[in-house]
């Protein structure tokens, strides 16, 4: 019982199963949370100290449930990563009120469950959150109504939680990756966005899913004992230079 444990949600794929990995070498436990069972079940299999738990985490039942089976199983939570989240890019005007719920119930609404639920085990512990957020929760764009504003609000819940939860030893912080190829960001991300962020990205290329968990794990680990309340952009410099000009750059 003495090991430590993370929860990592939307584990299944993509960053969320870079990050277990990273927890595993580390020597923690983890909880790998996604609601896609058979996915979730593949990505679990052979990885040991892993367990797996379907949980839809926009749903309070379900969340409830989850954060007991892992403190059955793992008796503490020390780390708490909300990385579970959908995309949907769409003009403002075609973006329904169905269509908004989708984004919030997932990339907002299960933030707030998932935090609240892991609270009293986080207590004991003295744990960390790390939210993910993302550029475009920085920096508004088009297409993002729903999106943006979910990972905007994630950035605001993630200082709300570090204000009442730091008299407790609990640190909260947020990282917002820029683009990955990961599933989501291939279901929304056309050849001629994928483009126009090489050009904007100063570093001229998507990131990695280990580059984002490498970040991640820093800031649930004790090196980053003084650190809570912050965003931290894991982007290649997208969000540090404003709009960009390709055409200037490319004089250079
Ligand atoms: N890939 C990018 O370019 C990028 C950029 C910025 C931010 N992000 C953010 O990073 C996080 C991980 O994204 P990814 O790119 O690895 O995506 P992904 O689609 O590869 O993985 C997301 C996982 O979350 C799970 N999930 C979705 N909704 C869920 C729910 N309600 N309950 C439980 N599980 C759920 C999915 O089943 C999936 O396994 C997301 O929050 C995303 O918004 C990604």
Redesign the pocket.
């Known amino acids: 019982m003495d090991q430590k444990t993370a929860i990592v949600?939307?584990?299944?794929?993509?960053?969320?199963l870079a990050t277990t990995r990273l927890f595993l070498r580390d020597g923690y436990r983890v909880a790998m949370?996604?609601?896609?069972s058979a996915?979730?079940a593949r990505a679990a299999t052979g990885l040991a100290r892993a367990h797996p738990v379907d949980?839809?985490?926009?749903i309070p039942d379900q969340v409830d449930a989850m954060i007991a089976e892992t403190l059955d199983r793992f008796g503490r939570i020390d780390a708490l990563v909300n990385?579970?989240?959908?995309?949907d890019f769409g003009p403002l005007e075609d973006t329904g009120f169905d269509r908004w719920r989708t984004v919030m119930?997932?990339?907002l609404d299960?933030v707030f469950l998932t935090t609240q639920a892991a609270i009293p085990a986080l207590k004991r512990t003295r744990g960390a959150i790390v939210n993910?957020?993302?550029?475009?929760g920085l920096r508004a764009s088009t297409l993002r109504v729903a999106?943006g504003t979910s990972?905007a609000g994630v950035i605001q819940l993630t200082q709300q939680q570090a204000a009442e939860l730091g008299e407790h030893g609990i640190r909260a912080n947020c990282v917002?990756?820029?683009?990955?190829?990961?599933?989501?960001?291939m279901a929304v991300h056309s050849p001629d966005i994928i483009a126009a962020y090489h050009d904007a990205i100063p570093l001229n290329r998507y990131g990695a899913?280990d580059e984002?968990a490498e970040v991640i794990t820093f800031l649930c680990s004790d090196k980053a004992s003084y650190v809570t309340g912050q965003t931290i952009a894991v982007d290649g410099g997208f969000e540090a230079t404003g709009i960009g000009l390709p055409a200037l750059r490319s004089r250079t």
């Open positions: 949600t939307g584990a299944a794929r993509g960053i969320g949370i996604d609601r896609d996915e979730l949980c839809d985490v926009s990385n579970a989240g959908v995309a119930e997932t990339n299960g993910i957020a993302s550029i475009s999106y990972k917002a990756p820029g683009p990955v190829r990961t599933k989501l960001a899913e984002i």
